[in-house]
């Protein structure tokens, strides 16, 4: 039977590797699939990668505002939400004597391609001002800008309040309002005849779009996550959680196979498109914002699974993924195809409703059917096959393992009993060939090659080995024993892996250490608050605040907007954390990360199927008192409030919801 072909993963293409344009000190704004790229000045002077892009295509490229016959001096640009940014310029026409600017100039630019243009007269006299905006576009695909492969603008045509441009696959038409005065095609150029007088504002309107209506049409999707709130001490701690959910949401694409369904798109902007095994991670750490966007994610890759008899039956695909400089690429589709029984696990306890669990349910079953079958003599799962058994991998294993024998129960179907047991024999045998002893305590291999030596290099993959998973009642068994699990809590709080910032993705005097490298060094947001959450929930409150503390001070220096990775650079007094110039921003697992380590610190532990709710907050309360509003558990609103004590209580809760132990 064929099975539907599932979103396009776009990106660059991978016959080569182009040096990607630097986008660290861009301000994006992000309505999936809508995207703008703008330098911290405001103008888009066609340039690299700036632009306003929809569905992968460049509509404008360039966008350069005079007045009176010179270009505004930019004094700020900042972010005014996931999808919009504005930029505050002033112009001096020499209509006052002195120095001090007598228009001021602020322009909102939205994802969907809208720009509103406000000039506002501070002379004291009446000022007449000729305003022009110059425009122009490729048309290019992104991919194509990002390799350094877009031609040149193309010549643009009058439209009836505006300009258009045309190629034989696609079109863009700015058009404005009012309509300008003049407008020259040859010169990309529409100019306005502007009288103000003294106090005197007023606004042009640019819209540009692939066609020639006159509204750019609405790219955002029905946004399932709740619309929560945090609030407390540190008042950073409410802007992260808030720019985090408002990211996410940002970041939702419809599935073009089933427009009803939504998921997470990776990251822009490089990666606008399905990243099945991110995807997926990011709507597990927003399961606290309720159970619609893992149920969305989870039918589109369900719908992607490979169907047959074959040794890939039940595999959900995916791209290769570079692992750094030490190990081959990683099948993404094996991280997915594991965390697909385990996703539908839990958001079994915060509450999926039955119908949507047993329509997933035979999916998941698929899903472990193809790690049993792909999980060699010695138990270990090799990625690629045949290839090094990576330990990140085997955790993810287990976790399917583990979480899917209670899937199994939970749900009256056979064949939990097999997948305790299979978990059971991985933890003994994960115990005997992938620690390493050593006089300072040991450590995890970060893979056996396929002859069986382990790879001794400290990674920040280990933190998998904490990320468990939830029962109900309580926690998952992990690979390590306690004090396994301990030791690699200490080697997390070392300054070797901790940066001051968050947890490095290899440790410092590891060969091949990179402080700006993906995989061996840089900080990555997702390792670090996975690190958080599963230390909190094992128990090492200390390590899990100082990894916290790190990373919202980061939070705090990218204006709450992570990117995906920033360099692992050591924190020393007065410093700041230095971004990756390649890194998504936002991205789909960096902008859930906020709202996974910050809900970490209640401890929420759901069984819906039960009916109750436990709380088992970090120790010591690392932020001071906080409250979480608007969390959904069961599709009910949930409210809990943490102490400067380190106390939970519920205050807000569906009333068949008891509090459990």
């Known amino acids: 039977m064929s099975h539907p072909a599932p979103p396009r993963l776009t990106g660059v293409p991978t016959a080569r590797r182009p040096e990607l344009p630097p986008v660290h000190g861009a301000v994006i704004c992000v309505a999936a699939p809508c ?33 009176g016959g010179r270009d505004p001096v930019a004094v700020q640009g900042r972010s005014l939400g996931a999808d919009r940014a504005a930029f505050t310029a002033t112009v001096r026409t020499g209509a006052d004597p002195g120095p001090d600017p007598d228009i001021g100039v602020e322009r909102v630019r939205h994802a969907d391609g809208t720009e509103r243009i406000t000039l506002r007269s501070f002379a004291a006299r009446p000022v007449h001002l000729p305003v022009e905006v110059l ?176 040794p890939d039956a039940g595999k959900i695909p995916g791209p290769l993924r570079g692992a750094g400089p030490q190990l081959p690429p990683a099948c993404t589709g094996t991280e997915a195809t594991l965390a697909f029984p385990a996703v539908l696990a839990e958001a079994r306890l915060w509450g999926l409703p039955e119908e949507e669990l047993a329509r997933l349910l035979p999916v998941a079953e698929r899903c472990l059917a193809w790690l049993r079958g792909a999980q060699g ?45 299979r978990a059971a024999a991985l933890r003994e045998s994960f115990r005997a060939a992938f620690w390493i002893d050593g006089p300072d305590g040991g450590r995890p291999a970060s893979a056996l090659h396929p002859d069986g030596r382990p790879l001794p290099r400290m990674t920040g993959a280990a933190v998998h080995l904490l990320d468990t998973g939830l029962l109900g009642g309580g926690i998952a068994p992990g690979l390590l024993d306690r004090t396994r699990a301990e030791q690699l809590a200490r080697l997390f709080g070392a300054p070797a892996m901790d940066c001051g910032w968050g947890l490095r993705s290899m440790a410092l005097k590891e060969p091949g250490h990179n402080p700006y490298g993906h995989r061996s060094g840089a900080v990555r947001a997702y390792e670090s608050a996975v690190a958080v959450s599963g230390l909190a929930r094992a128990g090492f409150g200390k390590e899990a605040a100082g990894l916290l503390r790190g990373l919202l001070d980061a939070a705090e220096a990218f204006g709450y907007r992570l990117p995906e990775m920033f360099a692992a650079e050591q924190r020393t007094a007065g410093s700041f954390p230095v971004p990756h110039p390649a890194a998504c921003r936002p991205a789909a697992v960096s902008a859930a990360a906020g709202i996974h380590v910050l809900t970490a610190l209640a401890g929420i532990r759901p069984d819906a199927p039960a009916g109750t709710v436990a709380l088992v907050p970090v120790p010591g309360a690392p932020l001071g008192e906080i409250r979480f509003s608007g969390l959904r558990i069961s599709g009910e609103p949930f409210a809990v409030r943490i102490s400067r004590l380190g106390l939970g209580m519920v205050e807000e809760a569906a009333d068949a919801l008891q509090l459990g132990g």
């Open 35 to 67: 995207l703008v790229i703008s330098p911290e000045h405001g103008q888009l002077t066609g340039q690299g990668i700036e632009g306003v892009y929809r569905s992968g295509r460049r509509l404008l490229s360039r966008c350069v505002l005079r007045v």
């Open 135 to 310: 425009l122009g576009t490729d048309l290019a695909e992104l991919a194509a800008v990002a390799a350094g492969l877009s031609g040149p603008e193309l010549p643009a045509g009058v439209h009836a309040a505006g300009l258009r441009w045309s190629t034989g696959d696609a079109q863009a038409v700015t058009a404005a309002e009012p309509p300008p005065d003049d407008a020259v095609a040859s010169a990309g150029m529409l100019r306005w005849q502007l009288a103000l007088e003294p106090g005197e504002a007023r606004v042009i309107e640019l819209r540009t779009t692939q066609d020639r209506v006159t509204r750019a049409p609405v790219g955002r999707v029905a946004n399932p996550l709740a619309d929560a709130r945090a609030e407390g001490d540190d008042p950073r701690a409410a802007a992260w959680f808030r720019t985090s959910v408002d990211d996410l949401g940002a970041l939702l694409q419809r599935d073009p196979v089933a427009p009803g369904d939504s998921f997470a798109v990776a990251g822009v902007p490089w990666r606008l498109g399905l990243a099945p095994a991110e995807s997926l991670w990011a709507a597990r750490m927003a399961l606290p914002l309720g159970t619609g966007l893992a149920a969305a994610t989870l039918r589109v890759l369900a719908r992607t699974q490979i169907q047959g008899t074959g």
């Open 377 to 421: 003599p010695d138990g270990f799962l090799a990625d690629p096959v045949p290839g090094p058994r990576r330990c990140e991998t085997q955790a993810h294993a287990h976790r399917a393992a583990v979480l899917g024998a209670e899937l199994l129960d939970g749900c009256g179907r056979p064949g939990a009993g097999e997948w305790r047991e």
